[in-house]
T-cell receptor, first 117, second 115 residues
Framework: DTEVTQTPKHLVMGMTNKKSLKCEQHMGHRAMYWYKQKAKKPPELMFVYSYEKLSINESVPSRFSPECPNSSLLNLHLHALQPEDSALYLCASSQGRQGGGGIYGYTFGSGTRLTVV | AQSVTQLDSHVSVSEGTPVLLRCNYS??????LFWYVQHPNKGLQLLLKYTSAATLVKGINGFEAEFKKSETSFHLTKPSAHMSDAAEYFCVVSATNFGNEKLTFGTGTRLTIIP
């Protein structure tokens, strides 16, 4: 298995809702990432997990809450989002600890298209 | 500090003609460089990567890129464009500083293929 699987592919949520995005990989990668991508822009890093521990939080608002329950799974919990949070949310993974991606490359999922209404 | 500049926001070529997407980088450390492609409403797919081995890197779908340290460039080329190449392309630099690795994305180049 050489894929990063993200679910759901599309999500529409109200500003008072609580929802979660899920990311799964079975490549044995020990670093996992959340990126946010607005239309016609490059992805922006949100969070990095290395060996299931949060190693980077790029000053993301607390309405986004990441979780890494095990080495294969990464969640992003969403609560009280704003319409400007509508974007494509991409998950990625890389081999080894954080820092391995520069050598081995990063594998990205297809993303979750989030619309906040 | 590191940065990536993609010199063209939009490139149009005719099907069957060569493709050139330009990328310049700056990095305080020995960089790893990548090209990713993103088709509409899709995730990012790795085309190729440079990690201080051969300076001419071959990737998938007939793409290749040449790392030129003296010019700080990593341009992406393909001899003959195909309609399926129409997509957004991102040049990405990765550098590690004190164990913290960070990817820096270029702003992207939209490639249009004219039938």
């Amino acid at each position: 298995d050489t894929e990063v699987t993200q679910t759901p592919k599309h999500l529409v949520m109200g500003m008072t809702n609580k929802k979660s995005l899920k990311c799964e990989q079975h490549m044995g990668h020990r670093a996992m990432y959340w990126y946010k991508q607005k239309a016609k822009k490059p992805p922006e890093l949100m969070f990095v997990y290395s060996y299931e521990k949060l190693s980077i939080n790029e000053s993301v608002p607390s309405r986004f809450s990441p979780e890494c329950p095990n080495s294969s799974l990464l969640n992003l919990h969403l609560h009280a989002l704003q319409p400007e949070d509508s974007a494509l949310y991409l998950c990625a993974s890389s081999q080894g600890r954080q820092g391995g991606g520069g050598i081995y490359g990063y594998t990205f999922g297809s993303g979750t298209r989030l619309t906040v209404v | 500090a590191q940065s990536v500049t993609q010199l063209d926001s939009h490139v149009s070529v005719s099907e069957g003609t060569p493709v050139l997407l330009r990328c310049n980088y700056s990095s305080s450390y020995s960089p790893s460089l990548f090209w990713y492609v993103q088709h509409p409403n899709k995730g990012l797919q790795l085309l190729l990567k440079y990690t201080s081995a051969a300076t001419l890197v071959k990737g998938i779908n007939g793409f290749e890129a040449e790392f030129k340290k003296s010019e700080t460039s990593f341009h992406l080329t393909k001899p003959s464009a195909h309609m399926s190449d129409a997509a957004e392309y991102f040049c990405v630099v990765s550098a590690t500083n004190f164990g913290n690795e960070k990817l820096t994305f270029g702003t992207g180049t939209r490639l249009t293929i004219i039938p």
